[in-house]
């Protein structure tokens, strides 16, 4: 009898395919003696991925058991789970996903076999007559990247009654799958929600209801991610932005246009204003630009040429014309910028300079309009409108190592500050199809980069010819309070840029020469920082970035004078401080403090009044009663200055 890949390395329930001679395959493929035969188990990435495709077949077969006039779209794995298109007559309820869920269950219970099937062009056409969209799919709508048809040859996968060896339902898929059904835990699956796409993401094809679903190795790490989602939702920032009255997108403004009420407004003045001293005190210069400009600039810096799919459209002025209507005098184009560094460029052309100057450092809060399609603008996280922390350094080459590693060290610093300390880096390299540059100062900055990021000490991924063309990149990626990877600073290499420009400096030799520029943005954007840090911190920010510090909260009206003198003394001391001088009930105010997520309440009544006194309430519940005023006030002076969480 033949050997298959399930008898080399199959039997353990955790192994769901195997890679035959480096490419995954069914456990049921036919090796032989020479065949490289490993197993994958469903803890690795690939073994998951499997997983929760072999679960998107249980759920479509489901569904057509459920709703037979359901056509068939596509079902791939996704990051967490998986999904599976279709085109019925009206959308799912989540009723409806509930009996689906279910009849899953069944499905998985039955222990049916995944039996592969190869079949020629015209024998799938004739099976699948009534699912027209995987006849676009045969017909090679869609590309080689859809699942369904991506191999060499079609197949299809026939669903098998383990006891019967009856065929219960069938795909069009390339596979691989899970053996049988039963590898799926029945346990540690889920729908999650329904919602409407169109057939392959193009908006101009057909609108199909798509179901989303997770399916996991075990129960316990289904309820692990459920737990975690439960908190993400928590911590959504767009929700946190609402409830504490932070920033919002007003509809007559436009998508992706965040205005900032004034308790956003504190939070992101307190972060510029540090990031602004942090900067002045590391050499950087500080410089302005304008929103607009004509289109001119951007054709030299070719972000005209291959990016212009990500600005706004041009607004043309300055254009004269007759009576008649005639152009008299041609005016411009002018575009809204979507970065910042020709501008930056024109100041460092704007007379000649000297080695002497370099490294030149120049600094702006620079806003920026980006094109973003409506269908990814999410919140602050990917928004139309943002301003970045943005800088250009122009150096020599031989200062490039000292300023890359000074660079690299201030970053982290800076993010260690704002409360971030989950790091590891990331350092793209030479593309060697599409760059720009010579070899040697590609391998030079590549190196560069390298060592400064080892002498961190932080775990450093390559990431294989993945820098633009025009030169390597370091991206800090902070993880933060649920483990969750955010891409934050960059530090980009830039050899195009100067070129473009034609940058010069005169060397102390005299001769001329072409300055390094480096890109970086440390927030990356205001806004996006903004958002991370508000869900890192679940809305409850430390005392130094908290919109306000402290709630003076007195116990009945005949104290209010008393927590006014005191709030005033902490407002001379330049805390943020609010009193609660309405009719609610202490046990109310303490309620509506802590909601707002304010860090500490200071409580009086009779006792502390008399003794020059207030009671701390600190965010953890825990209480400190009769502290005298100055002790108070040097305590929320501290802990605001020491930028520590409380
Ligand atoms: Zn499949
Ligand atoms: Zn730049």
Known sequence: MATTAFDRVGGDKSVVVARVNGELKDLSTIVSD?????????????????????????????VQDTFPDAKLGIGPPIKDGFYYDFSVDTP??????????????????????????????????AELAGEPFKLRLIGSEGGADVMEVGGAELTIYDNVDAKTGERCWGDLCRGPHVPDT?????????????????????????QLQRVYGTAWPSKEDLKAYLTFLEEAERRDHRRLGAELDLFSFPDEIG??????????????????????????????????????????????????????????????????????????????????????????????DARGRSYRELPLRLFEFGTVYRYEKSGVVQGLTRARGFTQDDAHIYCTKEQMPTELDG??????????????????????????????????????????????????????????????????????????????????????????????????????DGTRQRPVMIHRALFGSIERFFAVLLEHYAGAFPPWLAPVQVIGIPITEAHNEYM???????????????VDSSDDRMQKKIRTAQKSKVPYMLIAGDEDAQAGAVSFRYRDGTQKNGVPIDEAIAEIVASVDSRIQV
């Not at 560069?448 to 961190?456: S, V, Y």
């Not at 006014?564 to 609010?578: M, P, T, W």
């Open 34 to 62: 020479s065949d490289v035969v490993e197993p994958v188990t469903v803890d690795t990435p690939e073994g998951l991925a499997v997983l929760r495709h072999s679960t998107a077949h249980v759920l479509a077969q489901a």
């Open 92 to 125: 799912f309820t989540p009723e409806d996903l509930e009996v689906l869920e279910k009849r899953m269950v069944a499905i998985i219970k039955a222990g049916q076999r995944f039996s592969r099937r190869v079949v020629d062009e015209a024998e799938a056409v």
């Open 182 to 206: 039963r590898y799926i835990p029945q346990n540690a699956i889920k729908l999650m929600r329904t919602a409407a796409a169109y057939w392959l993401g193009d908006q101009k094809n057909e």
């Open 255 to 348: 998508s992706g246009l965040a205005v900032f009420h004034p308790k956003g407004g504190v939070i992101r003045r307190v972060m510029e204003d540090y990031s602004r001293k942090r900067h002045d005190e590391a050499g950087y210069e500080f410089v302005n630009t304008p929103h607009i400009t004509k289109g001119a600039l951007f054709e030299k810096s070719q972000h005209l040429n291959w990016y212009s799919e990500g600005m706004y459209p041009p607004m043309q002025l300055d254009t004269e014309y007759d009576a008649e209507g005639n152009v008299r005098k041609q005016g411009a184009d002018y575009y809204l910028k979507p970065m910042n560094c020709p501008m930056h460029n024109l100041i460092f």
């Open 407 to 508: 660079l690299l060290t201030f970053v982290l610093d800076l993010l260690r500050d704002y409360g971030l300390n989950d790091f590891y880096l990331e350092l793209s390299t030479r593309d060697p199809e599409k760059s720009v540059g010579s070899d040697e100062i590609w391998a030079e900055a590549t190196e560069t980069l390298r060592i400064a990021a080892e002498k961190q000490g932080l775990e450093l991924v390559l990431d294989e010819g993945g820098a633009a063309f025009y030169g390597p990149k370091i991206s800090v990626q902070a993880k933060d309070a649920i483990g969750r990877t955010w891409q934050m600073s960059t530090i980009q290499v830039d050899f195009n840029l100067p070129e473009l420009f034609d940058l010069q400096y005169q060397a102390s």
């Open 564 to 578: 006014y003198d005191v709030a005033g003394k902490l407002r001379a001391a330049g805390i943020r401080v609010e």
